[in-house]
């Protein structure tokens, strides 16, 4: 591995109430969330940034290898999100996908152990930081071709109406993924055949390292990317948990009551009609990513004024302060809420460590080999039967 680590991972959040966070506000004119569920929020997106900060860490000790990208600053676009959604509604990403299975309801402890290449990870410890999957929770892939999740979003939407259930799928991409082939082949389809899915652009502003108004024709003007193939659209603040939420559960809705009508008509709707509601939907959320492009990032495509700029609008801190000013929680409840989170987050680096290495059988399951392919005189080639290995 020749990746350089150029990430700082003893600086700490410090989760404060309103006298320290003047300027971080959130928009609670729309929500209507009970209490219960605003601190489940909060929980969650602690959870998510105690985990990342641990995942950093244990990146550096080498304990986790390949690519990693972390998902710190952008917990609420998972969380207000998938706080909208039903528990079985598909979700489908990219590679910086630890946030989204953990808002999704993945145990850290299998997140951390499929980074650490072990056997009790989500994915057996054989797809690592970029590909987290759980078929229990409805969560179909981090996937690290940009863009390659778009049509998988779209087919995961089609079975959907093919079995005419009435679940909405979430298929999450970066602003990368929006000058992609897939992007638009995807949007096409589910346009054409009103299919049940939400795209959402998490726009963190950049790719790798170029700004997206570089590398993005119409970058000020997403809503034409949606027009161009009928969609409807909508924007949120990925700073703001409730906006990302309220407005998550607008569309959601509407997506999910649009479809089910044309289901028991059996009819490909005419749903360019004026007025009448259309199914997929594509979703802007403008976020920011604090950390790098992924851990071997040195970040010299962005000032250091604009990133903490942008983390006096931390999220976590925003709802903070809304907990506390309405007196839905008290800063020590919020330091309880923290201190759980980090123990969690710690017994997960610690279950990790202490799970068994994949057995080297495991190499050779959960793989397609074709025996009758190019091998079909000789037979499998002894490494394909693991005997080089043995
Ligand atoms: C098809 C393809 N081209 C190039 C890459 C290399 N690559 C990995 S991530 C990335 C940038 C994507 O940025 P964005 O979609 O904005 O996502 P973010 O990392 O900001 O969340 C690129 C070009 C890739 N993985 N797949």
């Known amino acids: 591995m020749t990746e350089t680590n150029l990430v700082e991972t003893n ?6 109430g309103s006298a320290a966070q003047d300027k971080a506000e959130v928009d609670t004119t729309s929500s209507q969330l009970s209490n219960d569920k605003l601190i489940e929020m909060l929980k969650s997106m602690m959870q998510i940034r105690r985990f990342e900060e641990r995942t950093m860490q244990s990146y550096m000790q080498q304990k986790i290898g390949g690519f990693c990208h972390i998902y710190i600053g952008q917990e609420a676009v998972a969380v207000g999100s998938i706080g909208a959604t039903k528990p079985d509604d598909p979700i489908v990403g ?3 996908d630890h946030g989204l299975a953990l808002a999704r309801g993945m145990d850290p402890k299998y997140a951390m152990a499929e980074m650490f290449g072990k056997i009790t990870g989500c994915a057996k410890g054989k797809g690592g930081s970029m590909h987290f999957f759980d078929k229990e929770h409805h969560m179909y892939g981090g996937h690290a071709i940009v863009g390659g999740q778009c049509p998988l979003g779209a087919g995961l939407a089609f079975a959907i109406q093919y079995e005419k259930k009435d679940n909405v799928v979430l298929c999450y991409f ?3 993924a929006v000058n992609q082939g897939a992007f638009h082949e995807a949007f096409n389809l589910a346009s054409i055949w009103n299919l049940p899915v939400i795209f959402v652009l998490e726009n963190n502003s950049y790719s790798m390292g170029t700004h997206i108004n570089r590398g993005t024709a ?3 003007d997403l809503r034409a990317k949606a027009e161009a193939y009928g969609m409807r659209y909508a924007e949120c603040d990925g700073l703001d948990v409730l906006d990302v939420y309220t407005t998550f559960k607008r569309e959601i809705d509407r997506t999910r009551n649009a479809a089910n009508p044309q289901w028991e008509r059996g009819i490909i709707p005419d749903y360019k009609r004026e007025g009448a509601p259309v199914g997929p939907c594509f979703m802007n959320v ?5 950390k790098g492009h992924s851990m071997s990032d040195p970040q010299k495509y962005r000032a250091k004024e604009e990133v903490e700029a942008k983390q006096e609008l931390d999220p976590i801190n925003r709802l903070v302060n809304h907990l506390i000013d309405n007196n839905i929680a008290t800063q020590d409840q919020i330091d309880e809420f923290d201190k759980a989170a980090k123990a969690e987050a710690q017994a997960a680096v610690k279950f990790a460590n ?3 290495e994949m057995p080297i ?3 050779f399951t959960d793989i397609y080999v074709n025996p009758y392919g190019p091998y ?3 037979g499998l080639p002894q490494m394909l039967q693991g005997k080089d290995l043995e």
């Open 174 to 176: 970066g602003d990368g």
């Open 376 to 378: 079909k005189k000789g």
């Open 361 to 363: 059988e495991e190499l």
């Open 11 to 16: 600086s700490e959040t410090t989760f404060m």
């Open 218 to 220: 119409m970058a000020n």
């Open 354 to 356: 202490e799970s068994p």
């Open 94 to 96: 990219a590679y910086r």
């Open 286 to 290: 403008k976020t920011y990513r604090y």
